[in-house]
């Protein structure tokens, strides 16, 4: 299973660009990367997922480099609703294999 | 209103005594899964169903059981013989594509936090 790492915590003001990066640099061929986002004492949400290149949804966009090896979540604008932990994962998709959560992303975001 | 739900939200019990979680899903996923989070900690995997009557454990399976009579659900029961059971305890399923690629991604349920006396 491909590792990641990112950093532990970021804070950022309301109405400011947050980008999120990710490092997998042993992801395999097939592996997908798909973020996800978890307030207190809720289950994870998805937020978007891509494979290559930019992927864009309307609540975020996903930078992936052409090797694949990091990727970069972008929230434009960002709220004090946004205030959450932020998961990376990299994984087979189609298959019920387990994805590995890492530690996540605290992101504060500040009035 | 199609989703996961688990419940009880909040359960409480003595140390010794067996207790079942609930997991329901009506998405028709084929895939369902239970993961375990403790504070200021990513989710670990206890065990996972690709379909009715099969399981497979995850990382941390001891003290744990399940079983998967139905499509729809999947219980989980944390037993005595796990020595630390409080905690913050997740469903999830997904489709699962026998291609092999595709897009798969987990929906969770609320969650079930549970606590030892």
């Known amino acids: 299973l491909a590792k990641t790492t990112q950093p532990i915590s970021m804070d950022s003001y309301e109405g400011q660009e947050v980008n999120i990066t990710c490092s997998h640099n042993?992801?395999?061929?097939?592996?997908?990367i798909t973020w996800y986002q978890q307030f207190p004492s809720q289950g994870p949400r998805f937020i978007i997922q891509?494979?290559?290149t930019k992927v864009t949804n309307e609540v975020a966009s996903l930078f992936i480099p052409a090797d694949r090896k990091s990727s970069t979540l972008s929230l434009p604008r960002v709220s004090l609703s946004d205030t959450a932990v932020y998961y990376c994962l990299v994984g087979l998709s189609g298959s019920a294999r387990q994805l590995t959560f890492g530690s996540g992303t605290q992101l504060t975001v500040l009035p | 209103d199609g989703g996961i739900t688990q419940s009880p939200k909040y359960l409480f019990r003595k140390e010794g005594q067996n207790v079942t979680l609930s997991c329901e899903q009506n998405?028709?996923?084929?895939?369902m899964y239970w993961y375990r989070q403790d504070p200021g900690q990513g989710l670990r995997l206890i065990y996972y169903s690709q379909i009715v009557n099969d399981f497979q454990k995850g990382d941390i399976a001891e003290g744990y059981s399940v079983s998967r009579e139905k499509k729809e659900s999947f219980p989980l029961t944390v037993t005595s013989a796990q020595k630390n059971p409080t905690a913050f305890y997740l469903c999830?399923?997904?489709?699962?594509?026998?291609?092999?690629?595709?897009?798969?991604?987990?929906?969770f349920g609320p969650g079930t936090r549970l606590t030892v006396l």
């Open positions: 998405l028709n996923h084929d895939a």
């Open positions: 042993n992801i395999a061929t097939n592996d997908y």
């Open positions: 999830a399923s997904s489709i699962l594509l026998r291609s092999g690629r595709g897009k798969d991604t987990q929906y």
């Open positions: 891509g494979y290559k």
